[in-house]
């Protein structure tokens, strides 16, 4: 049975490389669609005018969210929206 010998160094090694995987794991979290988008993250996506997002609210096509005087819209519900066009 072979025996290894574990260093200081190979511990700080170990540490930081375990360090950049985890960042790279908050990395990809970060880059992910958000789940809610405001009007303007929307009429972007969609590259619509706001008199469209209009209608599209007032017809219920688009479902949205108030808080606090500003429209929120799920980014789920975009993606059906489209896909049943």
Do not use: C, P
Request: hydrophobic content about 35%; charged content about 25%; overall charge positive.
């Amino acid at each position: 049975m072979a025996v290894n010998i574990i260093t200081k160094e190979d511990l700080q090694e170990f540490k930081m490389e375990l360090l950049e995987e985890i960042k790279n794991l908050f990395h990809i979290k970060t880059t992910e669609q958000k789940l809610w988008l405001r009007s303007s993250e929307v009429k972007s996506l969609l590259k619509i005018s706001s008199g469209t997002l209009q209608n599209l609210r007032i017809s219920g096509t688009l479902r949205y969210s108030k808080v606090g005087g500003t429209l929120y819209y799920n980014y789920q519900d975009i993606e059906k929206m489209l896909n049943q066009k």
